[in-house]
């Protein structure tokens, strides 16, 4: 990662001719203060000059590529990785012989390795990037799957007159389950506990 350090009277003026310097602007660059600025004692002697050091990010595609490859040399598995940023949303695609073991059970791998790789894209922004890491079209097919349960549990909410309480599960498939049934008149759904144990519940409208 390209970086330089400045001194210069103020924090503020250091950043302008660090952005210069690299051509960038704010939201491209990590801003790290090294020495904040100290005035001169009676104007004499002791004054120090801000330090600032300024890093150019990598493109967050490139960031998630070369972290994900790590990880897949680590793990030794094979895969192609398609990486395209859509208004703010960095889509992963993973292709390969054995996407199984990046699946895991119900996508939790998958899930994980989402999460650190948000964590590495995200370093150092001010604008979030959200990150979709996806391979054999899994997450299309664990919507559908959860849909059709979501309406399952309606049904047999609705016939036992008793809440159905689900699994625990991550954010994402939870509002899957709130979204699918929002619009039906004789349920509803909240959420209940602590992550990582947060539960749906389905209860039968009274």
Not at 34 to 52: N, R, T, Y
Not at 156 to 182: C, F, G, T, V
């Amino acid at each position: 990662m390209k970086s330089v350090e400045i001194n210069a009277k103020s924090v503020d003026e250091a950043i302008e001719i660090g952005l210069a310097e690299l051509n960038a602007n704010e939201l491209q660059v990590e801003i790290e203060v090294l020495e904040e600025p100290k005035k001169a004692m009676l104007g004499l002697f002791g004054g120090k000059d801000a330090v600032v050091r300024i890093s150019l990010l990598e493109d967050a595609d490139k960031r998630a590529k070369e972290f994900l490859e790590n990880i897949f040399r680590e793990m030794k598995v094979e895969a192609e990785i398609n990486a395209v940023i859509n208004n703010n949303t960095l889509n992963i695609e993973l292709i390969g012989e054995n996407m199984a073991v990046l699946i895991g059970r119900r996508g939790q791998t998958l899930d994980s390795i989402q999460y650190l790789v948000s964590l590495i894209v995200n370093k150092g922004r001010e604008d979030y990037i959200r990150v979709v890491l996806d391979t054999e079209n899994y997450r299309h097919k664990r919507k559908e799957t959860l849909e059709k349960l979501a309406f399952k549990l309606a049904r047999k909410a609705k016939k036992m007159r008793k809440d159905i309480i689900l699994e625990p599960m991550n954010p994402y498939e939870r509002r899957i389950i709130h979204s699918a049934l929002q619009n039906n008149k004789f349920v509803s759904t909240k959420s209940e506990g602590d992550e990582p144990f947060r539960k749906v519940i389905i209860s039968l409208n009274r």
